[in-house]
């Protein structure tokens, strides 16, 4: 719980300080104040979730100081330190929401079943507005844990205008293995968006276990393509502060509970990254407007590579890559095909390896390589298992090497 004083007697705030540290170490001061003017701007900036203030104090007295608070929307809760004169100013401060009056001098027992009591309603109240915000109900419906009750309808409807059925678009920026250095600014683009672009409503995350950072929309004006206009104004922002890293991923759906299956069809509409790359969206819509054509892996491409391999040729062996790789993306394939292509590609290789030369298989843990070519979602994520391979297979001692 974090407390701000707000006492124009030093040792009394002093010695508030003290107790509070002793009473319950998680408690944290935020800050002091020895009048209701400084009180005011110390309170606007920590916005802290108990004040304990005395009311008669110079310049400014406490309950003006909480009077204005409240006009300012704070609704930080207050406990009074009072002498019995203060009494007159009860009525005041029960229509400013002060329910808890402690005399001066202060017993601490009592003190501290008061704080103990309004840290049990700070936490209701956090927990409260946390099951309720729209961010964390929408999180929740996207991981799929979201109880789909007629409560939560209701309470969704209620609060936030929103129907369970109401249409919404789920817009992804996928950044992989960059995901901690560009994060903040993909969701600072993601917040301008939001506040300038008029015609629709959205919350914003991240979800750092996925790498990726999230926009739901709702309240979407219907006669506006807007997966066109996201391709035309916002996917150029993302990728020209990305050094064009994200994969941005585009899925509508019927409504808020239907927002996990949404989820689950952006992971797979990922994939396609390595057949259409990453310059545009990424949706149902464009992958049915495009021809796609079967992947059939090049019986030639296999011989150079077994022999660089055998020969230890390192520059041969990047050569038959970045030929794989154009021959790949020369034409679009269904991913799972690319796929299954990589899977040759390191196969041969890794076999020739076996048979020719002596290297530390066990130290490139091959089903693990395997495991995230065919869990890739771009061309630099295979890149990057492919230069394990590389590395393991060019440390190894070749026919060549023992002449």
Partial sequence: MRIVIVEDEAPIREGMEGILKKLNPSYELAGKAADGIEGLEVIRRVKPDLIIMDIRMPDMDGLTMLKKLREEGVASKALILSAYSDFSYAKQAMELGVSTYLLKPVKIQELKKVLKQMEEEVQEKNHQGTLLSLESMTRSALTGIL????????????????????????????????????????????????????GFSSVVTAFPERTQCTMVLYHMEQDRDWEAYFNRSVVPMLLSNTDSKAVCV???????????????????????????????????RRIADIPVYPLKYPPELSLRLKQSVIKGDEKEFKACFTEFLNYCRDQVHKPKDIKEACITFLWTALNTAREYITFEENEL???????????????????????????????????????
């Fill in 365 to 403: 843990e091959v089903p693990e390589l395997l495991e995230a070519i065919m869990n890739a979602y771009t061309w630099d994520d295979v890149g990057v298992s492919m230069k394990r391979l590389f590395d393991a297979i060019m440390a190894g001692e070749s026919p060549e090497s023992r002449k």
């Fill in 147 to 198: 109880e789909k009750t007629e409560e939560t309808a209701a309470a969704l409807e209620k609060k936030y205008d929103i129907k369970a059925t109401d249409p919404m678009t789920v817009f992804i920026i996928w950044l992989g293995r960059f995901y901690d250095e560009r994060k903040d600014i993909v969701l600072r683009i993601l917040g301008e968006v939001d506040g300038h672009v008029q």
């Fill in 250 to 284: 585009w899925d509508e759906c019927g409504g808020f509970y239907e927002l996990e299956e949404s989820r689950k069809r952006i992971r797979r509409l990922l994939e396609w990254s390595l057949s259409l790359g990453n310059g545009k969206i990424i949706s149902e």
